[in-house]
């Protein structure tokens, strides 16, 4: 009997604390975080390829050194193996060896990206520069 009472408290005891036992969920903290990175029209025609676009930019004003996002528009053809607006934007009078936000010039960006035909490019005007 004494061993059937202590059971039937013990049983008691576990159900009442089972029953007082809720799940509550808090978030410890919330972050959020917002990338803000605007590109320029002018550097999304030169990364897509859009040679036409570029070329009616160039002709409204587009200035063919002027950086987006830490980057020149040579920088987008070099990294976007851009050969034919890389060659445009050369002719335009883009500056190769302008740096961008991160330390790397366009040459940097095709060496980076294996873009080995804008890296020929760019070393055949950088070498007519020289001249």
């Not at 959020?32 to 029209?41: C, R, T």
């Not at 053809?77 to 934007?89: E, G, H, Q, S």
């Not at 991160?102 to 950088?126: C, I, N, S």
């Amino acid at each position: 009997m004494k061993k059937s009472i202590i059971i039937s408290a013990f049983a008691l005891c576990f159900s009442i604390i089972s029953v007082n036992a809720t799940t509550s969920f808090t978030p410890t903290k919330v972050y959020s975080s917002v990338a803000i990175s605007e590109v320029s029209p002018f550097c999304v025609s030169i990364a897509k390829g859009d040679l036409e676009t570029v070329k009616k930019l160039i002709e409204l004003g587009a200035n063919v050194n002027e950086k987006s996002n830490g980057m020149t528009p040579a920088m987008y053809a070099a990294k976007f193996n851009r050969c034919d607006i890389l060659k445009l934007l050369i002719a335009k009078g883009a500056k190769l060896k302008v740096k961008s936000t991160k330390g790397m010039t366009a040459m940097k960006y095709a060496k980076l990206h294996k873009a080995v035909d804008a890296e020929k490019v760019l070393k055949e005007a950088l070498a007519k520069k020289k001249k």
